[in-house]
Every structure is written in structure tokens, then in C-alpha cells.
């Protein structure tokens, strides 16, 4: 039972560069998001989506983009990275239901230079 | 007034030793209660979840939750070097977080052998 699955576990990127953040979850879960987590900050909602073809922006969207083409796949795409979007990227999943707990990949470390 | 408030610690203890962690928050709207916990270099990872005021029981662990002073706790017995990690707390419901939930930034536990 894989759960959330995130790839890569780690990324250097050079300022400027694009990359995507792959996520996806065997849950058939409705609801799915990425977070980032920085000493002192606690874990920050960047994105969110309800299901497939919806999302929603958290507390810290900007410099990032997503959408959701199927039930298992939310990726997140970084267009043009800037050193301060150095952190560990968690994505995680729950039921539609609001009240289900969520669950989490194992996060991608990712480092700009 | 931070939404949910943590120490951040490090609480070092002994083995054997009941450790409490707390969290507190201000939004009475929260219904929902979580903790999770979280490996060095890995995802956060659901230990409790409770609904309403009172005590839950899961093995060696205790959630206690305490809505008319908005404060909630876990508490470990026994514990054991393995329950070293860091624990986040988190609250879901209306006005917490563009999704409704909304994580502390976690107590790092440290049980010394």
C-alpha cells in the first residue's frame, strides 16, 4: 500500500530554472495539497484541490502553479525558482469529507542556488 | 495572537518517563483535533484524531482535548528512544487556513536512552 508518493526525494535547481514536484496518491482521495515546511514556519498550504479539474490557492501560492488532470496525480510546477522557495515540499491527501485527517508523502528537499 | 500557539522545545526526558505536549489555540470554531508525528527527513504521520472534549486513548498515547480552554494535549507513557521525532499539532474547521486546518509548528521530543 504506497499511499502519497513523491518524486524526487531531493532537487538542486539553479536560480531561474522550472521544474515539477511529482505527487500522487493510490487512495482514490478527492481532496490533495502541497505544503512547505521551513525552520520556524511550520508547514505552509501553498495549493490545494477538492478533486480533479479544481484548486484553490492556500497562504502561499505565488511562484508556484498546479492542477489536477486526474484523481491520483497533483503536481506542482515551479516556473522560475528563486533561492527562497529552498525547502521540503510535502504533499498529502484525505477523503472529500471535511473532516478526515490528512495524509503525507514523505516530502522532496528541494535547494536553489 | 498566533492561531495555535507550541513550544517549539526541545523537551529532552528520560526513557520510561510520561511526557505531555500541548498545544493551545484561539479559534473556538475549531472541531476537529489532530497529532501528528514527524521522523527526521520524513512526512508527518497521523497519530491521533479526536472530535469532541475528553480523552482518547491509543496504546502508550493519550489525546486530550479541553475546547472551553482551548487547549489540547498529548501525552506518551513509557515512553521510548523511537518516540524521539517531532509532534505537530493540528486544528481543522471553520476559519482555520484557506482549507480549514491549521498546524502548529511542532514540539521537537527528545527521549534519552
Known amino acids: 500500500n504506497a499511499g502519497v508518493t513523491q518524486t524526487p526525494k531531493f532537487q538542486v535547481l539553479k536560480t531561474g530554472q522550472s521544474m515539477t514536484l511529482q505527487c500522487a496518491q493510490d487512495?482514490?482521495?478527492?481532496?490533495m495539497s502541497w505544503y512547505r515546511q521551513d525552520p520556524g514556519m511550520g508547514l505552509r498550504l501553498i495549493h490545494y484541490s477538492v478533486g480533479a479539474g479544481i484548486t484553490d490557492q492556500g497562504e502561499v501560492p505565488n511562484g508556484y502553479n498546479v492542477s489536477r488532470s486526474t484523481t491520483e496525480d497533483f503536481p506542482l510546477r515551479l516556473l522560475s525558482a528563486a533561492p527562497s522557495q529552498t525547502s521540503v515540499y510535502f504533499c498529502a491527501s484525505r477523503r472529500g469529507s471535511n473532516n478526515s485527517p490528512l495524509h503525507f508523502g514523505n516530502g522532496t528537499r528541494l535547494t536553489v542556488t | 495572537q498566533k492561531e495555535v500557539e507550541q513550544d517549539p522545545g526541545p523537551l529532552s526526558v528520560p526513557e520510561g518517563a510520561i511526557v505531555s505536549l500541548n498545544c493551545t489555540y484561539s479559534n473556538s470554531a475549531f472541531q476537529y483535533f489532530m497529532w501528528y508525528r514527524q521522523y527526521s527527513r520524513k512526512g508527518p504521520e497521523l497519530l491521533m484524531y479526536?472530535?469532541?472534549?475528553g480523552n482518547k486513548e491509543d496504546g502508550r498515547f493519550t489525546a486530550q482535548v479541553d475546547k472551553s480552554s482551548k487547549y489540547i494535549s498529548l501525552f506518551i507513557r513509557d515512553s521510548q528512544p523511537s518516540d524521539s521525532a517531532t509532534y505537530l499539532c493540528?486544528?481543522?474547521?471553520?476559519?482555520?487556513?484557506?482549507?480549514?486546518?491549521?498546524f502548529g509548528k511542532g514540539t521537537h521530543l527528545i527521549i534519552q536512552p
Open positions: 487512495m482514490n482521495h478527492e481532496y
Open positions: 479526536t472530535y469532541s472534549s
Open positions: 493540528a486544528m481543522l474547521g471553520p476559519g482555520g487556513g484557506a482549507d480549514g486546518l491549521t
